[in-house]
Nanobody, 123 residues
């Protein structure tokens, strides 16, 4: 059974940093990503990690970095210079093999999701 478990969320002041982790069990996936959902808004793409490539949403480039440790089956999201608009629930997602990395920003292509971890950035 596949499970994705996020951790690392919390309450921080603007300008500070957080590192989110997502530990995967039950399978390995070539593409894994982070999405987030703010209150009253749709889920949006944050960053993706493929076998050789990464992709970070334009609005977060320079502040967020995605990485993975395959030996630990863990996906990370390092978030620096956090802003109040980064507040939301952050979800880890895993895409089954066989799809192009170009579809990574599209949530409908992900089969497995974590339960989410809350990130709150105060001003």
């Amino acid at each position: 059974q596949v499970q994705l478990v996020e951790s690392g969320g919390g309450l921080v002041q603007a300008g500070n940093s957080l590192r989110l982790s997502c530990t995967v069990s039950g399978a390995t996936f070539p593409t894994m990503s982070w999405f987030r959902q703010a209150p009253g808004k749709e889920r949006e793409f944050v960053a993706a990690s493929g076998t050789i490539s990464t992709n970070v949403a334009d609005s977060m480039k320079g502040r967020f970095t995605i990485s993975r440790d395959n030996t630990k089956k863990t996906l990370y999201l390092q978030m620096n210079s956090l802003k109040p608009e980064d507040t939301g629930v952050y979800y880890c997602a895993a895409m089954s093999g066989g799809r192009s990395f170009t579809v990574a920003p599209r949530a409908e292509f992900y089969r497995y999701w974590g339960q989410g971890t809350q990130v709150t950035v105060s001003s």
